[in-house]
């Protein structure tokens, strides 16, 4: 069996549904609740079952209440009480083959076989068409990813996001920065845009050969701070979390565990970054988005900001 990586979704024999939020997997799956069946839930499968999404805070309180011996940073399913796995990358063909959208963004990032999938609503058989595309792009192809809609964007065969949809990310993410900074550090990523009106992103998971040592754990909380260093290894700024190897006198590297600070910032260039310190080992860390909201805490690049 192929590891469990995190984009993929893995089933139990309540037929609840996890989104996977680790790489350390070999005895227990570290996960995320998203979607249970539920009578009046919106979200329709193929067998005709209803299913409704579940929010943050509710996927731990049931989890508490119903798997105790699941709760931790996140949901730590055995292998063995696992019924499915759905692997983006592998039914990546099934669900184009019905999505014109999905269809048409394959075909425009034009990436590797193996190297892009879909997952989320979709990939549970419990989207519609006017779904949000959630893109999975795996090791080196990333970038190559961010590139082609570059590419695809300047040529107008995908639309970018306008105004209107900028200011709803910008909401939605509610990030402890200005609208126009958070723009300006977004629009460079390249990895959201429109297809037809249908908002899809791109998402980094690690390739196979890149998974060994990887461990989801808590360190001796250190307390609050702010620091500025110089970035020096980017390989992982989109990965979850977002790894920023710093140049910095105690702290050598930054942790992001929000979507919103992924990419945020590139080798060669000086941030300023709000967090909590922990140590792991020999090391400290910074982690940024250790609460859902992220409040007080952020990365921001200021040698990007010089431009703004």
């Known amino acids: 069996m192929k590891p469990v990586r995190i984009r993929d979704f893995v089933r139990d024999d309540d037929n609840w549904l996890y989104a996977v939020a680790a790489y350390d997997n070999s005895e227990r799956v570290g996960c995320l609740l998203r979607y249970i069946p539920d009578p009046s839930g919106d979200r329709i499968d193929s067998e005709g079952e209803h299913y409704r999404k579940v929010e943050f805070e509710e996927a731990f309180n049931l989890i508490k209440t119903k798997r105790p011996d699941w709760a931790d940073l996140v949901q730590r399913i055995p292998l063995r009480e696992i019924t499915e796995i759905l692997k983006p990358d592998e039914r990546l063909v099934s669900i184009a083959s019905s999505h014109s959208k999905v269809a048409k963004l394959v075909s425009e990032l034009n990436l590797p076989n193996g190297s892009f999938g879909v997952t989320g609503s979709l990939l549970c058989g419990l989207g519609t068409d006017s779904s949000d595309i959630d893109g999975v792009v795996y090791g080196d192809a990333f970038e190559y990813a961010r590139l082609s809609l570059q590419r695809a964007v300047e040529r107008g065969t995908i639309e970018a996001l306008d105004e209107t949809l900028w200011k709803a990310v910008y909401k939605k993410r509610n990030p402890d920065t200005s609208y126009d900074e958070f723009v300006h550090h977004e629009r460079r990523k390249w990895n959201r845009g429109q297809i037809e009106g249908?908002?899809?992103?791109?998402?980094?998971?690690?390739?196979?050969?890149?998974?060994?040592?990887?461990?989801?754990?808590?360190?001796?909380?250190?307390?609050?701070?702010?620091?500025?260093?110089?970035?020096?290894?980017?390989?992982?700024?989109?990965?979850?979390?977002?790894?920023?190897e710093i140049d910095h006198p105690e702290v050598s590297k930054i942790l992001s565990f929000t979507h919103t600070y992924t990419g945020q910032a590139f080798a060669g260039e000086d941030i300023e970054a709000r967090g909590v310190l922990e140590r792991h080992g020999s090391e400290i860390w910074l982690i940024v988005g250790t609460t859902r909201e992220a409040k007080g805490e952020w990365i921001r690049s200021l040698t990007l900001l010089e431009d703004l």
């Not at 998402?203 to 020096?232: F, H, N, P, Q, W």
């Open 198 to 244: 249908t908002y899809f992103d791109l998402l980094y998971s690690r390739a196979y050969d890149e998974l060994s040592g990887i461990r989801m754990m808590k360190g001796e909380v250190l307390g609050r701070t702010r620091l500025v260093a110089t970035v020096t290894g980017d390989r992982y700024v989109f990965d979850s979390p977002a790894l920023y």
